[in-house]
């Protein structure tokens, strides 16, 4: 017999109020969590996972109306007053937030604030509570972790600060934490090494956790037991096997069969699910999925399917779907529910790689940024060094991926390369022309070839503008005539599977799938040869996304498209990519074709980067060993001697002998052709290939 | 879906959406009524602003002066009319361009930067530390003898520099932004870029600043005036109406509230004017007020 559930939520309901009218954000949930189990809660955003773990916590706005039961250890949560809540919230059970920075206040330094939560739940004395808080802080990792408590949350960076939070969090032995994208705002290595630590915090304190999130990979990873959520329901639970391996929800299918695979390549199909999730405002009856889902029969309409139990598979898997039954039986998948578009060959016509025309070169390019100090007198007190000499070309209908953690100047090197000036040092080429020689006339003609996707739709595309503006606006900078505006708006956004109707919309009237579509067809209006993607699908939805990466990839073979895409999603640049460069702190660490630098990373960088990213996968990601990288990004302002990874370099800490580590502190590595193929470059002196996924 | 109109830009849109609002197109009507009566009444009237009737000193309302008179015996009703023709143009035409002077200024200082930066911020700051009437009587022999209109850009020219700072300000940020890089690495040029994105993006301020400049510059005019610009006796308008008068408004009532009377109505009728048209503007209100 199992232990009695700590938490236990009984149809939970919770209505919010909104201009447009209440919007039932979280509909009749259930689910119980067991002392020291993970279970892990997944939806896509708007589908009700944070407000319901909210309303557990009773921190839901005044106007929110809240139903049902939330049984916490035998005893009721809701409808107690909060003098009553507070001695549980953050004694027995803790919140750890998605952004640290508002969870911290700002003016009492780190230690202070975690000796305060102790104090106010333990009686003991304040050099016991602040004694207490520099352990917790030695405990979730922080380095030095006496002279960092006395430090601001503002001087911490983001994983410092998630650190902080986590430590706090499990301050008062906690029963349960509640922790809601607790990595969402940081970098796949230190997201790992936030997921490390709160599996440590969860070993020290016994503690079971509640696990929000829209990553499937760290739910593989992290989670026992999963719920599904869409349009404010639970619509499948089971244990992760079940729900990962035996899913019986086509919701939960397609979300499955639409994530990009780190360990799948180029040949894998991406399941888009077409639509957007209905709205909650006034929710039709019936099944919520229904507009979406490719299986749906008549009755769908009509009846809300219950949540019930999957009779092949172990106890506790639930699915909420008329047709779960023949899914099991007849053991469907993602790609049997739904249609997919096949998989994208690579489509460089065969000709070898040198013969064909060069679209993009750049050689050395070097951008600085002078540091300046003081608001009347300033002076420059260092220098940043954003990207300092990356080489790369991208050659007729081929796809660079550009990838690295924030801060390692990729951003920096495309905005060099779309501004078409003469960079500080170095040579950027675009179709043949160098930008430190062209007219204005020139430049602005390569403008017409030259285009860009940004990576949030919302901010990139003008508020108050109409789609139809939007579209317009690169037609008449280029000189269309205005009677063809309206013909070539309607065919653009065809071109990205849009509506003519959507034309008059404002962007805001939009689905963040249906704006970067938009932001899409104004990059092709003007039939550019170069795309320049910065982060085009990570601002959206999983399931939006594989609509979107299917498009850029159809668009590419059809219009004949280069690209340059940039994204700290492995993932995506795995599906997309032909070539990849990884770059770390404004060098290139590696460069090569997608499958080599993916199946045989040659960089120890590289390598952290491959095994930090979450598997959607449970035996893999029980399986996988780990490489977890310390610390955070160095100072770009002043990076380290020699290989600027070395700081957190696994191998110079953990493999290198004394006199082979002078090497790589005294001598910057070069970027060659050290591993294998003439075409793989790597820039460590003691490269290997190992395989990490 | 029914089927959409084909109405698709954003020119298109915002009339659309302005002549939705019933409370605009009220205040749009007032205003056009007052144009109206305001020069075609005298037409149609016994008594003209600059005739003396011996026979009525500070009479109040009656049927031969509908407002009443003043103590020289000149027709209140005419005198209203007469000034509101002069601030009507005074308050309208002086806040649109004093608006759009700041707008542009600002725009153009905080997009372009340095050295127009520099040199629209040397003006700004000189407008703002010199005291107005300074410049007047510097500048008086200038205006000696021409068209009172002279007078309006006159006024607008001491009201724009603050809003200018401000609308250089939301510039620098939202120069930043996305949507604005998107345009220029499409190759659009600056100024068409702060007339597509920068303005309309501050569009809310923009309007509510030339409804606030309405009613103070028909009060700024008054000022003016006495240092003997623009509006000179026998000719009035509502500001010297109300300047003169205002002494009057606890025993010669007519004199005072009739004229402030019309003030007030001009001001709620732009007002009503301009939040319709942020509405139109701003496209995350509802399209559509019952
Ligand atoms: S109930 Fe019907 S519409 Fe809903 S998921 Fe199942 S088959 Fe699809
Ligand atoms: S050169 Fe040395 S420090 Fe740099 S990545 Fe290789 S082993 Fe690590």
Request: with cysteine; charged share 20%; net charge neutral.
């Amino acid at each position: 017999m199992e232990a009695a559930p700590i938490l236990q939520v009984r149809d939970l309901s919770v209505t919010l109020d909104s201009e447009a009218g209440p919007v039932l954000a979280v509909r009749s949930v259930s689910y119980s969590v067991r002392p020291g189990e993970v279970f892990g809660i997944v939806g896509e955003s708007g589908s009700g996972k944070s407000v319901s773990s909210l309303a557990v916590m009773s921190l839901l706005p005044s106007h929110a109306r809240i139903r049902g039961s939330v049984l916490f250890r035998g005893q009721e949560l809701l409808g107690q007053s909060d003098r009553a809540l507070s001695r549980i919230r953050g004694r027995r059970i803790a919140m750890v937030f998605q952004d640290p920075l508002s969870a911290l206040t700002p003016v009492y330094s780190v230690g202070d604030q975690i000796a305060e939560a102790i104090l106010v739940h333990e009686s003991m004395s304040r050099e016991a509570a602040t004694e207490r808080a520099v352990e917790l802080l030695a405990l979730v990792g922080i380095p030095s972790p006496r002279h960092r408590a006395t430090a601001f949350p503002h001087e911490f960076s983001g994983g410092m600060r998630q650190r902080a939070m986590i430590a706090m969090a499990i301050a008062n032995r906690p029963d349960l934490i509640i922790a809601d994208e607790p990595t969402t705002a940081l970098d796949v290595t230190i997201q790992a090494q936030i997921l490390q630590v709160l599996r440590t915090a969860q070993e020290v304190t016994g503690a079971a956790i509640i696990l929000i999130t829209h990553d499937m990979g760290i739910i593989a990873g992290m989670a026992d037991r999963v719920g599904v959520m869409y349009a404010g329901k639970l619509v499948e639970t089971g244990s992760v096997d079940d729900v990962f391996y035996r899913a019986r929800m086509p919701y939960t299918l397609g979300l499955l069969g639409s994530i990009p695979r780190l360990d799948r390549g180029t040949h894998q199909a991406l399941t888009p699910i077409e639509g957007t999730p209905p709205s909650l405002v006034d929710l039709p009856p019936g099944c919520p999925f229904e507009s979406r889902c490719p299986l749906r029969i008549p009755s769908c309409r009509e009846v809300e399917p219950p949540l019930l139990e999957m009779a092949a598979s172990g106890p506790g898997h639930l699915a909420a779907c008329h047709r779960s039954a023949e899914v099991e039986r007849r053991d469907l998948k993602s790609a049997d529910v739904f249609p997919a578009p096949p998989p994208h060959a690579s489509d460089r016509d065969g000709a070898p790689r040198a013969e064909l025309d060069q679209v993009l070169e750049v050689q050395d390019l070097v951008k600085h940024f002078p540091l300046v100090k003081g608001a009347i007198l300033r002076r420059r007190v260092g220098t940043v060094h954003a990207v300092d000499g990356i080489s790369f070309d991208i050659r007729r209908g081929e796809t660079l991926g550009l990838v690295g953690e924030s801060g390692c100047g990729k951003t920096t090197a495309i905005m060099e390369i779309l501004n078409l000036l003469a960079p500080t040092s170095g040579r950027i080429v675009v179709f043949g022309r160098d930008t430190a020689n062209i007219t204005h006339r020139e430049r602005f003609e390569t403008r017409r070839d030259l285009q860009v996707v940004f990576q949030d739709p919302m901010a990139s595309l003008d508020p108050r503008l109409p789609v139809h503006d939007i579209l317009a606006e690169p037609l008449e900078a280029h000189g269309v005539p205005a009677v063809e505006h309206s013909a070539r708006v309607r065919e653009l956004l065809r071109l990205v599977g849009l509506e003519p109707q959507h034309a008059s919309r404002y962007p805001q009237a939009l689905s963040g799938g249906q704006r970067q579509r938009v932001g899409i067809a104004r990059a092709l209006a003007l039939e550019p040869r170069l795309l320049v993607l910065d982060e085009p699908v990570s601002s959206l939805d999983v399931s939006i996304r594989a609509g979107v990466i299917n498009l850029l990839e159809q668009l590419k073979k059809e219009l004949g498209l280069s690209y340059l895409f940039v994204a700290h999603d492995l993932s995506v640049v795995r599906h997309i990519a032909d070539r990849v460069a990884v770059m770390y702190l404004g060098r290139f660490v590696e460069i090569g074709a997608v499958d080599d630098v993916f199946d045989r990373p040659a960089h120890p960088y590289t390598q952290a980067l491959l095994s930090a990213i979450p598997l959607p996968d449970p035996v893999k990601e029980r399986t996988r060993t780990r490489i977890v990288l310390e610390g955070d990004l160095p100072d770009p302002s002043d990076p380290p001697t020699g290989c600027r990874f070395r700081t957190r370099c696994q191998k110079f800490s953990g493999e290198l002998a004394d006199a082979a580590r002078r090497r790589c502190i005294e001598e910057q590595p070069a970027l060659a052709a050290r591993t294998g193929g003439p075409d793989h470059l790597d820039a460590c002196h003691y490269a290997v290939t190992a395989s990490v996924l | 879906m029914t089927a959409e109109p084909d109405v698709t830009s954003r020119g298109q849109l915002v009339l659309r959406r302005f002549l939705r609002r019933r409370l605009a197109m009220l205040g749009f009507t007032i205003v056009l009524v007052l144009f109206a009566i305001a020069y075609l009444s005298p037409l149609f009237v016994a008594w003209q602003y600059d005739e003396l009737d011996a026979s009525a000193f500070l009479s109040p309302p009656t049927g031969e002066h509908w407002f009443g008179t003043t103590q020289n015996g000149f027709d209140m009703f005419a005198l209203t009319m007469r000034g509101m023709q002069k601030s009507l143009v005074v308050g309208l035409v002086g806040a649109v361009l004093s608006t759009a002077l700041a707008a542009i200024a600002g725009a153009f200082a905080g997009y372009f930067g340095r050295i127009l930066n520099a040199a629209i911020s040397a003006v700004m700051d000189l407008l703002l530390v010199l005291p107005g009437f300074l410049i007047v009587a510097i500048l008086s022999p200038l205006f000696q003898g021409r068209t009172w209109l002279f007078f309006v850009l006159l006024l607008a020219a001491f009201q724009w520099m603050i809003t200018a700072r401000i609308v250089r300000g939301m510039t620098l940020s939202l120069k930043e932004r996305e949507f604005v890089q998107a345009a220029r690495f499409m190759g659009v040029p600056g100024w068409k870029i702060i007339f597509r994105h920068i303005l309309p993006n501050m569009a809310s301020l923009l309007i509510i600043d030339a409804t606030v400049n309405v009613s103070s510059l028909i009060l700024a005019e008054v000022g003016l005036s006495f240092f003997g610009f623009g509006i000179q006796p026998p000719d009035v308008s509502l500001g010297t109406l109300i300047g003169n008068y205002s002494n009057a408004a606890l025993t010669f009532w007519w004199q005072f509230y009739l004229p402030a009377g019309f003030l007030v109505l001009l001001v709620l009728a732009v007002n009503l004017v301009g939040d319709g048209l942020r509405d139109a503007f701003d496209p995350n209100a509802p399209s559509r007020v019952t």
